[in-house]
């Protein structure tokens, strides 16, 4: 199975309606299974820095499988995968919250990246939850 374009602009879709709900001006991502973006919405009231962080977070989460938020823990001094975010050279690995993995086996990733950590992990859930159902639904 791959990740569709439908699917992607559908995560887009459910993550921009739950950052509305939580007034968070937001940058939104989805890369396929290669890494490569293939869907992203800047809210324009969204900081800059977002743009790019939003991207790491969907590329990390697809690159190590896991929600970005799981990783916080283990990078810091002391931990398993201290060191990780500057490991990779040429793209940045981001590991804290706001990527999610899309599927068993993943298929690709979603990051969000405008309001606190708490908001970007909630909005990225419900970019996921989006996807399931547009996939669901064919």
């Known amino acids: 199975m791959q990740l569709t374009h439908a699917q992607a602009l ?3 879709e459910g993550g921009l309606a739950r950052a509305r709900e939580r007034a968070v001006p937001s ?3 989805v890369v396929d299974g290669g890494g490569n973006l293939l869907a992203f919405v800047a809210d324009e009231s969204a900081m800059l820095v977002c743009r790019d962080l939003a991207i790491g977070k969907a ?3 697809l690159s190590l ?3 970005t938020s799981s990783l916080t823990g283990a990078v810091q001094p ?3 995968f201290f060191g990780l975010g500057t490991a990779v050279v040429g793209r940045p690995l981001v590991t804290f919250a706001g990527g999610q993995p899309l599927g068993t086996p993943v298929l690709g990733a979603v990051g969000v990246s405008g309001g606190s950590l708490e908001d970007d992990e909630d909005i990225s859930r419900a970019m996921v939850r989006a996807w399931e ?3 669901e639904s064919g």
């Open 10 to 12: 559908a995560a887009i």
């Open 27 to 29: 940058c939104f991502a």
């Open 59 to 61: 590329y990390t989460s």
């Open 65 to 67: 499988r896991a929600a």
């Open 78 to 80: 002391g931990g398993a």
């Open 133 to 135: 159902a547009a996939r």
